[in-house]
């Protein structure tokens, strides 16, 4: 079994964005929640944490937004896409833990933290997610916002169901495999790939943690938010809380 970064090291990021169909549309769409949410920066300098940041979904829309934004992600070749396509708009990337982000929160205190994309499932334990919710309360400036989009792994996927074709091209076939334990899911990313008149296959698997979106509501109302926006669709949950304002 993979640990999370030596998949994304050895196995996914090379593929990411081309699975995710490019890197406009995952954009487009964060850049439409944030309008969604009224979200822009309150001062010239607000700062942006985007944990988890992959190529840049959601970090290069909060730039194009007008926040400073930092970066943290253990895979550095999708932080090199994100810093690419990022140009000259304000984003400093970090390879490192996202669970430390008391050590990678930007000054000032950044005034939206965001997790998303279903990197909370990649952490090893329910008590990682509780104590990045706990985190992100310490580190948000008052009245700031924690963005979570995560998969709903609550029901558990058995026969057929268990394979998801992902994406598929002339040149490329991934498909995930999904075997679920009680705690966890083992997610297989199997690649069919074109060389000349052959195809070779890799694999690699890796744990998510199942969360489910009642606990991780119980987990925000405990650290002080207040559910601002929640929507689920085709089973990912997207959630904006707000950090209440101290008594
Ligand atoms: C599914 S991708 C999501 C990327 C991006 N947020 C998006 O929406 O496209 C999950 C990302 O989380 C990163 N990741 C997983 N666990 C991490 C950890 N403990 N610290 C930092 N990054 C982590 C992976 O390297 C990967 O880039």
């Known amino acids: ?14 593929h990411y964005t081309w699975m995710a169909g490019g890197a406009a549309g995952p954009r487009q769409r964060f850049t439409d929640l944030c309008r969604q949410l009224g979200l822009r920066p309150s001062q010239p300098g607000a700062t942006a944490l985007d944990l988890g940041a992959g190529n840049g979904s ?38 490192g833990d996202l ?56 029901t558990e996927r058995t026969g057929n169901d268990r394979f998801i074709p992902v994406r598929s091209d002339d040149e490329r076939i991934l498909t995930c495999f999904l075997e679920f334990g009680t705690t966890h899911v083992t997610v297989s ?25 009642s606990w991780i509501l119980a987990q925000l109302r405990a650290a002080g938010f207040t ?5 689920a669709e085709n089973g990912l949950v997207t959630i904006a809380a707000l950090l209440s304002p101290s008594p």
Request: charged share 20%; net charge negative.
């Open 189 to 213: 990313d199997i690649v069919h790939a074109r060389s000349g008149e052959r195809w070779q296959m890799t694999v690699s698997h890796y744990q998510k943690v199942r969360i489910s979106p």
């Open 58 to 95: 959601q970090s290069i829309p909060l730039a194009a937004a007008g926040y400073r934004v930092t970066a943290v992600d253990l895979s550095p070749e999708l932080l090199a896409e994100l810093t690419r396509d990022a140009g000259d708009l304000p984003v400093t990337t970090v390879v």
């Open 227 to 231: 559910v601002a926006h929640q929507t």
């Open 99 to 154: 669970r430390d982000i008391a050590v990678h929160a930007p000054r000032p205190a950044p005034e939206v933290i965001v997790c998303m994309g279903d990197t909370l499932t990649h952490l090893a334990t329910l008590d990682d997610v509780a104590n990045v919710i706990r985190s992100a309360s310490a580190a948000l400036a008052p009245g700031g916002y924690l963005l979570l989009g995560f998969r709903d792994y609550t």
């Open 1 to 14: 079994m993979a640990s999370v970064q030596e998949h994304y090291a050895r196995h996914l990021a090379p």
